[in-house]
């Protein structure tokens, strides 16, 4: 049988308004962009994929206009003419030819797997597997910048189904007013909300001590990443310390750091990303020795919209310790959407898409009118 071939692929680059601006320790984002790769084959498949990271250069080494022009330069050349079914091959080819560019090789892997299920008639999780549950809850991110309009849109999202469990973003303040309106919060909320801040490796070890006992005791329920994405020794110090878990997110980006942070025992949590590790396939590899170590996985976004969210639902769908849900609310972040079908958000979950493939499909003419230019 001849092989089926990769023909063309292509990439642009669309940005999307958010609904509100964003506060990050190290970003304030008023939208979103997001690298949109389409994948051709000779058997006249399309797979598309995503690559996205957050407020340009400042959260990750990657940046849209970097990722874009490494898969159109790099990436583009060595997969022409290659099998387009053996993406085993071709993500080691690629691996070999390219260091890093983790961001790009997600995108690159997504299109793959999307053809490849299409091909095959199914849904991309079944290429793992098949998913463990159809829904996946989906925590709000409370990050406006102010507490009050926070309390309000986490009382008018528990009152809507959509969600019930909050993230609030801090490290950028001073200690002490991240403390105050964390526990404002809480307080508002009640007992039985749960609440996690994550600090984005603001903190020095010093702070943290101090500010996660506080936080500890406000009844916070999950710290993620308090201190700089190296400092392992000091992450595995803070997980022993505290009760309250630990989460690691930037710590945790390959397969290999996930190996040396159990090791550590440094992380009582990893927040796992498609972006981070290069792919679907690596998040598998992570969630193995997660299960091994016995620490509890999170399905964490690089707010991504419809095709990277979908993409990472369909893989954080066939985890068996997905203890503490996901985080998949990016395309909600976002003003407009440039797939036909957006998805369904309810019962405090995401409904993972029955189609074939990603069960997504991108509307031209809504990239036409948010594609750079
Ligand atoms: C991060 O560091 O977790 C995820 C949700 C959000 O609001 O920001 C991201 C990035
Ligand atoms: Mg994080």
Redesign the pocket.
Known sequence: MSKIKITRIETFIVDLPTIRP?H?SMAVMRNQSMVIIRLFSSDGIEGIGEATT?GGIS?ADEFPEGIKLAVDTYFTPLLLNQDSTNINFLMKLLDKNISGNNFAKSGIETALLDAHSKRLGVPLHNLFGGAISENLPVLW?L?SGDTDKDIEEAKKSISDKKHQVF?L?IGSKKPEEDIKHVAAIKNALGADIKITV?V?QAWSEQVAKRAIQKLQDAGVDLI??PLAKHNFEGLARLTSYFEVPIMA??AVATVQDAFKLAKLNAASVF?LKISKSGGLTNIARQAAIAQGAGISLYG????EGTIGTVASAHIFSTLTNLDWGT?LFGPLLLTDDIVKKPITYQNFSLEIPKGIGLGVELDMNQVEKYKRK
Do not use: P
């Open positions: 964003h990050l957050i959260y991110t990050a993230k973003k994550d984005n993620e990443q997110d930037e927040a964490g976004t690089m707010l985080e």
